[in-house]
């Protein structure tokens, strides 16, 4: 495993160190080979708190508000208002779009509840009838990037023509994608914009690939097309229903960006040949962002994101005590707990896509001096 960042900037970040072993500490041992008992023994600390019991009926108050944000917005624009009220419905739309997001990840977490079915229908309403980024292409990408994280040629979160989120992708870049991968540590901040839109270019070319998969988002797909194009394209006219749907597309991309980009980008990168425990590799290719109520508000609870990805299923209303847990846990064990506030943890996202460009080009020129040597 490679470290992705030499200069970590975390408010909390506890290393290994020599510890009494009798004590239950991690000590100079070797995390991989103890993680999953360590794992067995966090869990049942958070089982034993009550950290997994369901809450569907708190999560109801949270589709309640997503429903009736998105429904004001989307009524809102169809009395074709001034550009003031215009832009803040769309921006309102957005916000709830994000937050229709984050209740269809804990829905197919089976987070909001453990029938599958009654998840299924939560997902594919909140994810590919409000946002287009359907269900299924959800399912598919968001399971392997669990499976996955940060595996720097597994993680489909890591893969990308455009960025180099680890040192050999920026090494096969070419044309369009080595420029961007240039100047990558501030385009990743401007273009992230635009993640509205490929996400649901990502979901029509899934459904595309995997009709069998996506059969249930093929009949869902064109009623959200419909909301979309047949009462306000009847109320508005083709052109502004259009400019409305990009510009609510557009909005989304933001606050996406904001929620995800600092997660796992300058933590460890893990080869796919590396040996590692899954409890090492959760813990120490995420981080932790603000533990704040508006922070766990904003972010769905995904600011808890090292106790999420140790354990998808933890419902958000688990997921703030599981925090204080599961930190008092990897300080008692000397074991790495990331965490931070995200304007540091953007800073750390912008300096490790710097080092890798640099590192990049550094290679690259070294290649074609020696090229032009012989």
Same mark, same amino acid.
């Not at 980024?133 to 996955?148: K, V």
């Not at 870049?173 to 993640?195: D, E, H, N, P």
């Not at 009462?231 to 991309?253: E, H, R, S």
């Not at 008692?332 to 995200?342: A, K, Q, V």
């Given at each position: 495993?490679?470290?992705?960042?030499?200069?970590?900037?975390?408010?909390?970040?506890?290393?290994?160190?020599?510890?009494?072993?009798?004590?239950?500490?991690?000590?100079?041992?070797?995390?991989?080979?103890?993680?999953?008992?360590?794992?067995?023994?966090?869990?049942?600390?958070?089982?034993?708190?009550?950290?997994?019991?369901?809450?569907?009926?708190?999560?109801?108050?949270?589709? #309640?508000?997503?429903?009736?944000?998105?429904? $004001?917005?989307?009524? !809102? %624009?169809?009395? &074709?208002?001034?550009?003031?009220?215009?832009?803040?419905?769309?921006?309102?739309?957005?916000?709830?779009?994000?937050?229709?997001?984050?209740?269809?990840?804990?829905?197919?977490?089976?987070?909001?509840?453990?029938?599958?079915?009654?998840?299924?229908?939560?997902?594919?309403?909140?994810?590919?009838?409000?946002?287009?980024?359907?269900?299924?292409?959800?399912?598919?990408?968001?399971?392997?990037?669990?499976?996955?994280?940060?595996?720097?040629?597994?993680?489909?979160?890591?893969?990308?023509?455009?960025?180099?989120?680890?040192?050999?992708?920026?090494?096969?870049?070419?044309?369009?994608?080595?420029?961007?991968?240039?100047?990558?540590? #501030?385009?990743?901040?401007?273009?992230?914009? $635009?993640?509205?839109? !490929? %996400?649901?270019? &990502?979901?029509?070319?899934?459904?595309?690939?995997?009709?069998?998969?996506?059969?249930?988002?093929?009949?869902?797909?064109?009623?959200?097309?419909?909301?979309?194009?047949?009462?306000?394209?009847?109320?508005?006219?083709?052109?502004?229903?259009?400019?409305?749907?990009?510009?609510?597309?557009?909005?989304?991309?933001?606050?996406?960006?904001?929620?995800?980009?600092?997660?796992?980008?300058?933590?460890?990168?893990?080869?796919?040949?590396?040996?590692?425990?899954?409890?090492?590799?959760?813990?120490?290719?995420?981080?932790?962002?603000?533990?704040?109520?508006?922070?766990?508000?904003?972010?769905?609870?995904?600011?808890?994101?090292?106790?999420?990805?140790?354990?998808?299923?933890?419902?958000?209303?688990?997921?703030?005590?599981?925090?204080?847990?599961?930190?008092?846990?990897?300080?008692?064990?000397?074991?790495?707990?990331?965490?931070?506030?995200?304007?540091?943890?953007?800073?750390?996202?912008?300096?490790?896509?710097?080092?890798?460009?640099?590192?990049?080009?550094?290679?690259?020129?070294?290649?074609?001096?020696?090229?032009?040597?012989?």
């Amino acid at each position: 495993m490679t470290t992705s960042s030499s200069t970590p900037c975390n408010d909390v970040f506890v290393g290994f160190g020599a510890r009494d072993g009798a004590s239950g500490n991690a000590g100079g041992s070797d995390l991989s080979s103890i993680g999953d008992g360590l794992y067995r023994m966090l869990r049942h600390e958070l089982k034993d708190a009550g950290c997994f019991e369901p809450a569907l009926w708190r999560q109801m108050g949270n589709m #309640v508000f997503v429903v009736s944000a998105f429904g $004001l917005g989307y009524l !809102t %624009l169809l009395g &074709d208002p001034a550009t003031g009220p215009r832009l803040a419905a769309l921006a309102l739309i957005a916000f709830a779009n994000v937050h229709a997001g984050f209740i269809g990840h804990e829905a197919g977490h089976r987070a909001v509840t453990r029938k599958r079915r009654v998840a299924d229908v939560i997902g594919y309403f909140f994810f590919t009838f409000l946002t287009a980024l359907t269900y299924g292409h959800f399912q598919d990408i968001h399971t392997r990037h669990h499976s996955n994280c940060n595996v720097r040629t597994h993680d489909p979160d890591m893969q990308s023509g455009a960025f180099s989120m680890y040192l050999e992708s920026a090494l096969e870049k070419r044309g369009l994608g080595w420029l961007v991968t240039r100047y990558q540590a #501030v385009l990743i901040w401007v273009l992230v914009s $635009l993640q509205g839109f !490929t %996400l649901k270019i &990502d979901s029509v070319r899934f459904m595309c690939r995997e009709p069998r998969r996506a059969r249930v988002d093929w009949l869902i797909f064109p009623l959200h097309l419909a909301l979309w194009s047949v009462l306000p394209v009847y109320v508005l006219g083709f052109g502004d229903a259009a400019v409305n749907y990009a510009l609510m597309t557009w909005f989304t991309g933001p606050y996406l960006g904001a929620v995800f980009l600092v997660n796992h980008i300058g933590t460890e990168v893990v080869g796919p040949d590396d040996d590692i425990s899954f409890f090492e590799q959760q813990i120490t290719t995420t981080r932790n962002l603000g533990a704040s109520r508006i922070a766990d508000f904003l972010f769905g609870g995904i600011n808890n994101h090292i106790e999420h990805h140790l354990f998808p299923n933890l419902p958000r209303k688990g997921l703030r005590r599981a925090r204080t847990i599961t930190r008092d846990f990897c300080q008692r064990h000397g074991i790495p707990y990331r965490e931070t506030s995200w304007l540091r943890a953007a800073a750390e996202v912008s300096r490790f896509l710097r080092e890798v460009t640099e590192s990049a080009r550094a290679i690259k020129c070294e290649t074609r001096a020696a090229g032009g040597a012989s």
